[in-house]
């Protein structure tokens, strides 16, 4: 199971590029309002030795720090990535951290993107909102177009209504990215026509200016899990792509 730093990398990240990670979550452990069978940080009753969160202050340091040394040994960064051990929108300081990192962006790397990684539980609270418009990469997932299907993929252990998530997104007006993973397992597969069609009905309706789909690329904690491969779901996606959606797919 992945554990990161405060601040980690840069690494190649296959949707983002060469991309700086910032982590809001325990260093030693992980915090998630999921426990998504597909997660590289592990299951979450494997991470609760550590419940420590980052404060502002502590990240700008850390950020701060991480920049200077990657400006002066010519590091290129092409994102700033909120990602971690976790949902980094848990993090009480998740507003002012955003504005600190947005800062400190513009004044090392202004050419360098600013993307969170976030499973749009909280997105319709105002202050994650806010902070979520001043970013680059809203990235938002919806993995499944029921909660049933939530309940076997992410495992919310949060009140978690799809279609709540639809209309919190829609708020964004189409200004943020969909991320959605494609798996199959022996309970269910992404691209049955069920689960394919309600999930294409969700992209009609908010419209992302882009959507990110992937599959799994590193060892699950729940067994038994089926990627897809990059020509299966070109072809699975093949009428929003005629539709003109704007769709990464990344094997």
């Keep these: 199971m992945m554990r990161e730093e405060l601040v980690f990398g840069p690494i190649r990240s296959r949707r983002l590029g060469s991309s700086l990670g910032i982590n809001l979550l325990p260093t030693k452990g992980k915090l998630c309002n999921f426990d998504c069978i597909y997660c590289e940080c592990g299951w979450n009753k494997d991470g609760t030795g550590d419940r420590t969160l980052p404060t502002a202050e502590e990240l700008e340091k850390a950020l701060r ?54 499973n749009a539980t909280k997105a319709g609270r105002k202050s994650v909102f806010e902070a979520l418009k001043k970013v680059d990469n809203p990235i938002l997932k919806i993995d499944a177009p029921t909660a049933a299907l939530a309940a076997k993929i992410n495992q919310p252990l949060c009140e978690y209504d799809v279609e709540k998530i639809v209309e919190d997104l829609e708020k964004f007006e189409g200004n943020f990215v969909l991320q959605t993973m494609f798996l199959r397992s022996p309970d269910f597969d992404s691209s049955s026509p069920e689960v394919l069609e309600g999930w ?31 020509s299966e779901m070109e072809s699975l996606l093949q009428p929003l792509l005629n539709e003109g959606f704007n769709i990464q797919i990344k094997g």
């Design 200 to 230: 294409m009905k969700i992209v009609r309706r908010l419209r992302p200016r882009e959507i990110m789909v992937y599959t799994i690329d590193r060892e699950t904690p729940m067994k038994g899990l089926t990627k897809f491969t990059v």
């Design 65 to 118: 720090e991480k920049l200077v040394s990657c400006k002066k040994e010519g590091t290129p960064i092409d994102s700033i990535t909120f990602s971690g051990d976790g949902e980094p929108t848990l993090n009480p300081d998740f507003g002012k951290i955003i504005d600190i990192t947005v800062a400190l962006r513009d004044e090392y790397y202004p050419d360098a993107k600013v993307s969170v990684l976030s």
